[in-house]
């Protein structure tokens, strides 16, 4: 098995990468050229590295990327600087997006995709709706913030434009407010959001976005259950409203 991580040097990609190779899966992973990688990543054999900025990769390259894929996990976001929140490119996510989709459907090729949300999306066709309060937040973020319009448009791409009457099976998994700890933890898995992302967030660690993004690669029912939604993930907290045990 083999599988392709975009975002694998970023605080969630590389955890996926940690556990996909930890499965014995092969990965491929695509890094900047600026980005300094552990000789424990470069010396590793499971681990092929290629150099470039996906941002700037045409059609033909993405598809030498993904032809022999049997999964594509995404995780790029934009870098929480002046430069990575402000500058572009402005749709890192969409475009990458779009440019797997659109390669997946013109070569007939049939892998898993996984795109890293967010709960700030809101999954209207599933009947989630935002209070005002919500909306005025959002409409105010989407204006000032592109990594936060990029995010929607990844993920409105998905659930309208490709949806589920498709060959190609995705997953958007949207985690809450991020955080890291050591090791995984219990977590829940929600079909639609269960608090408010704006006024009521609830946390979940990367390294259980990334061991949920690691089943559904390797467990056929997880992916069975979930293909073509946007499953949202919470650590699951003692005494906690919203995700008590
Ligand atoms: N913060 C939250 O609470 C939260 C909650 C839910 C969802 N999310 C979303 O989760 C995603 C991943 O989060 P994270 O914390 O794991 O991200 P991260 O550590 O910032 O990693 C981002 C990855 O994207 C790459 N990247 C950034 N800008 C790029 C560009 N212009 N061209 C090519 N690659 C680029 C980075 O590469 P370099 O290492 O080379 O910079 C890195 O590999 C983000 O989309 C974020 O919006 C965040």
Redesign the pocket.
Known sequence: MKALV?????????LVMQQLIKKNIQVRI???D??IIPTQVSDNKAIEIIRG???DFELVKIKELIKDCDTIIC??????SFK?ILG??HK??FNIVVKIIDTIESQNLNPKFIL?????YTNRKLGEINTVGEKIVFSLLKFALP??K??MLAADYLVYKIGSQTKIEWVAV??????DEESKSNYEIYNKKIRSPIFDSGK?S?IN?SDFMVELVTNEKLWDEWKHKTPVIYNKFNNEKGSVQ
């Open positions: 975009l975002g694998a040097s970023g605080a969630t990609g590389k695509v890094v900047r600026s980005a900025n996906i941002n995780c790029l976001g934009h870098n929480l990575g572009p490119p890192l996510v890293m949300s967010t709960t700030a990594p936060h990029d995010n949207r985690p809450d407010s991020l955080f979940t990367r976005v």
